[in-house]
């Protein structure tokens, strides 16, 4: 993990602190392990193994918070909260086009490599299609004459496995 600055350390542990203060009650409440639908017993150690990934998760972005707050342009925004505001819903505003734009090129780029592929792989798809096919009936027809000797083969040499009980 990285250095925290003396200048802005205090407000970084009293955040810090916060965070910390909102989870106590999650590790000190028993009724936290009890009333859970299923009744494991890594259950209680699965919730503070989230809790610990969630709290390096919150740490690492609290993190590049006070490095952002100790810059010049962080200590502007920290003066100017609607400035920093409109900042904050510019960034939002414009991650999701962005967003919605890569997810329809990958979309794009996967459509475009299944239709290739098929393509490609299409007049070999015809001629194997019908050998599959041409397989699976001979198996049926193998498998129901093995079926259809072996029960005559028990009927006539066992009969009493064979005989059909009527009540």
Known sequence: ??????????????????????????????????????????????????????SIIVWESLLQVEQLMDTRAGQYLSSHPFLALNVLLFGAAAALPVGLFLSFALVTLVMSAVVFLLFAGGLTLLSVLPGIALFSVSASVIFNALYVTTYNIFSRYFPHLTKVIIM
């Open 1 to 54: 993990m990285q250095q925290v600055s003396q200048k802005s350390g205090p407000d970084f542990q009293r955040l810090w602190g916060r965070w910390a203060g909102l989870f106590k009650p999650i590790y000190g409440d028993s009724r936290v392990t009890r009333n859970f639908i299923c009744q494991s017993e890594n259950l209680p150690l699965l919730c503070v193994r989230v809790c610990v990934f969630l």
